[in-house]
């Protein structure tokens, strides 16, 4: 993570929770709620904070103002990329953690598409387990008109979404996605009316969070582990991924409550 680097804001990434429901803001809509050097370390540090809270069940992310998820910064590109390998290599290698962290989180995380997302915000919402966008959210791979490759993990968020044939059209055309087409193409799971997103979102939220713990952890893992699977290895990890979950309290206690007609006392474990 990122410890020395400049800014001028105080924070642009913040977290609150809200009873087992983590809620992370980007909240540097004055930027365009840019990927900077700061947004990644606290990005980062927000994600390794939900890692080891076991209150939290399900996490929301989602950006204020009108750009939700903004591109990555002109500086980052100026002082960075645009420098030398080193360099370059440095900031993609921290982008590439974030976006690793994000991917193996304990919890879901139901991202929330309320404007436009761009270039590596698009991908960064992408790489959520479960999209919600409002109707008037817009997708932009931008990548390919300043001659660059989609970064932020975006050709793999894209390909295990839409395909292949369809992820190198949308990358190699970088035209606009409304959000009805992204439904369409399977880049979100539901459309919500214009200004509904988040109470759409948290609903969902916290209907997953009812759901024992470690069934919903289990389903996350093999899903975002599936292209590293053949057919034996991925038999093989849902065999110790179901004899983990039979062998939990929460099996134990749901097939008790079931027997005796009673709420189950969820343990997460």
């Known amino acids: 993570m990122y410890h020395n680097y400049d800014s001028k804001f105080d924070t642009v990434?913040?977290?609150?929770?809200?009873?087992d429901i983590a809620v992370i803001t980007l909240c540097n809509p004055e930027d365009w709620n840019r990927i900077t050097e700061q947004s990644v370390d606290q990005l980062t540090t927000?994600?390794?904070?939900?890692?080891?809270?076991?209150?939290?069940?399900?996490?929301?992310?989602?950006?204020?103002?009108?750009?939700?998820?903004?591109?990555?910064?002109?500086?980052?590109?100026?002082?960075?990329?645009?420098?030398?390998?080193?360099e370059s290599r440095e900031i993609m290698q921290e982008i590439g953690n974030m976006i690793r962290r994000l991917y193996s989180l304990r919890v879901p995380v139901i991202?929330?598409?309320?404007?436009?997302?761009?270039?590596?915000?698009?991908?960064?919402?992408?790489?959520?387990?479960?999209?919600?966008?409002?109707?008037?959210?817009?997708?932009?791979?931008?990548?390919?008109?300043?001659?660059?490759?989609?970064?932020?993990?975006?050709?793999?968020?894209?390909?295990?979404?839409?395909?292949?044939?369809?992820?190198?059209?949308?990358?190699?055309?970088?035209?606009p996605i409304s959000a009805l087409q992204a439904k369409e193409l399977g880049m979100v799971y539901q459309v919500a009316p214009a200004g509904t997103?988040?109470?759409?979102?948290?609903?969902?939220?916290?209907?997953?969070?009812?759901?024992?713990?470690?069934?919903?952890?289990?389903?996350?893992?093999?899903?975002?582990?599936?292209?590293?699977?053949?057919?034996?290895?991925?038999?093989?990890?849902?065999t110790d991924y179901m004899t983990f979950c039979t062998l939990g309290q929460d099996f134990k206690e749901l097939t008790m409550a079931q027997m005796e007609n009673r709420l189950p006392n969820l343990k997460g474990y």
């Open 197 to 238: 997103a988040m109470d759409v979102a948290m609903k969902l939220a916290e209907k997953i969070a009812k759901k024992p713990p470690l069934a919903v952890n289990q389903i996350k893992q093999l899903s975002n582990k599936m292209h590293d699977y053949t057919l034996d290895t991925y038999l093989q990890a849902e």
């Open 111 to 175: 991202g929330v598409a309320e404007g436009k997302c761009l270039g590596g915000g698009a991908n960064l919402a992408l790489s959520t387990d479960i999209l919600i966008a409002d109707e008037n959210a817009v997708f932009v791979e931008l990548f390919v008109d300043y001659g660059l490759v989609p970064d932020t993990g975006g050709m793999y968020a894209l390909q295990r979404l839409v395909g292949p044939m369809m992820a190198k059209a949308i990358a190699m055309q970088g035209d």
């Open 13 to 19: 990434v913040k977290m609150e929770k809200k009873n």
């Open 46 to 86: 927000v994600f390794e904070d939900i890692q080891f809270d076991k209150d939290i069940h399900v996490a929301l992310l989602h950006g204020e103002g009108p750009i939700s998820f903004g591109p990555g910064s002109l500086d980052i590109i100026k002082t960075k990329l645009a420098k030398n390998v080193l």
